[in-house]
């Protein structure tokens, strides 16, 4: 609810808002171990540049300006060092950009999907019922990209590793064979998790995906505010058709970045570069689509 609420335009650094919902969420996903005995550490900090503290980028890009802090008691500061932190703040903040772009294309609802949608509230003509099934099928295509990407890093990526690390631990005797095994689970997740320099090819194809479901939710809303404004169904077919196109001209643009990240996938795997990533082309690439397209 209070997510659903922070519009897109409006002034927001209200931290506090985000650590009442960050210490909810952990007390959710809390296992044996009651928050209470760290929550007190945690803390999620916005980044001001702007005046008066606000934040001056826009889009996923303002997703950068927050920051997990933990104050780490010692002696796990020995092990959960701040170049830890920070990596772990890459992480999280990816994870959190592709949930972004999946809230944003979910909020993409009322408009010509079935019953009390486009078709039952306006009368359209075969230009504009093609478009819009154009856009339909392009908000699928996109959440199936969301979904498998935060499919591979949430599965693939961190609950394996995290396994792995903590099947791991019984074995250590000290706290430098311990910091020792985290930092090659930290660098395991960094690594799968596209962060590194070297996985840059692929990081900025799917990046540029991203953008566009937010560029395509922002587009959908123009759409929207065209027909609530027309309750009666009555509203002039010229700007109804450019929203529509508008929509639909993003078919190829997003084609061409994901046939790009398949291609790039696809040589890593063969070249054994990226053996990790094979689970995520077969998903995102089923039955080789995209070099058809």
């Given at each position: 609810?209070?997510?659903?609420?922070?519009?897109?335009?409006?002034?927001?650094?209200?931290?506090?808002?985000?650590?009442?919902?960050?210490?909810?969420?952990?007390?959710?996903?809390?296992?044996?171990?009651?928050?209470?005995?760290?929550?007190?550490?945690?803390?999620?900090?916005?980044?001001?540049?702007?005046?008066e503290?606000?934040?001056?980028?826009r889009?996923?890009?303002?997703?950068?300006?927050?920051?997990?802090v933990?104050?780490?008691?010692?002696?796990?500061?020995?092990?959960?060092?701040?170049?830890?932190?920070?990596?772990?703040?890459?992480?999280?903040?990816?994870?959190l950009?592709?949930k972004?772009?999946?809230?944003?294309?979910?909020?993409?609802?009322?408009?010509?999907?079935?019953?009390?949608?486009l078709?039952?509230?306006?009368?359209?003509?075969?230009?504009?019922?093609?478009?819009?099934?154009?856009?339909?099928?392009?908000?699928?295509?996109?959440?199936?990209?969301?979904?498998?990407?935060?499919?591979?890093?949430?599965?693939?990526?961190?609950?394996?590793?995290?396994?792995?690390?903590?099947?791991?631990?019984?074995?250590?005797?000290?706290?430098?064979?311990?910091?020792?095994?985290?930092?090659?689970?930290?660098?395991?997740?960094?690594?799968?998790?596209?962060l590194?320099?070297?996985?840059?090819?692929?990081?900025?194809?799917?990046?540029?995906?991203?953008?566009?479901?937010?560029?395509?939710?922002?587009?959908?809303?123009?759409?929207?505010?065209?027909?609530?404004?027309?309750p009666?169904?009555?509203?002039?077919?010229?700007?109804?058709?450019?929203?529509?196109?508008?929509?639909?001209?993003?078919?190829?643009?997003?084609?061409?970045?994901?046939?790009?990240?398949?291609?790039?996938?696809?040589?890593?795997?063969?070249?054994?570069?990226?053996?990790?990533?094979?689970?995520?082309?077969?998903?995102?690439?089923?039955?080789?689509?995209?070099?058809?397209?």
């Open positions: 609810e209070d997510i659903a609420g922070m519009k897109e335009g409006e002034a927001w650094h209200d931290a506090s808002v985000l650590n009442r919902l960050f210490r909810d969420a952990m007390h959710l996903v809390g296992d044996d171990e009651p928050y209470s005995a760290f929550g007190d550490l945690l803390s999620i900090t916005v980044l001001t540049d702007g005046p503290g606000t934040v001056q980028e889009g996923l890009q303002t997703l950068d300006a927050l920051q997990l933990y104050r780490v008691p010692f002696p796990s500061s020995i092990v959960i060092t701040p170049d830890c932190l920070s990596q772990y703040n890459h992480v999280a903040r990816f994870l950009v592709i972004r772009a999946k809230f944003a294309l979910e909020g993409c609802v009322g408009v010509g999907l079935g019953r009390g949608g078709e039952d509230r306006l009368i359209v003509g075969e230009t504009s019922a093609t478009y819009l099934h154009a856009m339909q099928l392009l908000r699928a295509r996109l959440l199936h990209f969301v979904n498998n990407l935060q499919y591979y890093l949430v599965n693939r990526v961190l609950q394996s590793a995290w396994v792995e690390f903590t099947s791991k631990i019984q074995s250590m005797v000290d706290l430098d064979d311990l910091a020792l095994l985290h930092k090659e689970y930290l660098e395991v997740i960094y690594e799968r998790s596209l590194v320099p070297r996985m840059a090819a692929v990081m900025t194809p799917i990046m540029r995906v991203l953008n566009m479901c937010m560029k395509f939710r922002t587009r959908w809303n123009v759409l929207a505010a065209i027909i609530d404004a027309h009666n169904g009555n509203a002039p077919a010229k700007p109804l058709e450019q929203a529509l196109l508008a929509l639909k001209t993003m078919e190829a643009e997003v084609a061409q970045c994901i046939s790009l990240l398949v291609i790039v996938i696809k040589k890593a795997v063969q070249q054994k570069t990226a053996p990790h990533l094979e689970d995520m082309l077969l998903r995102i690439n089923y039955n080789d689509y995209y070099p058809r397209i």
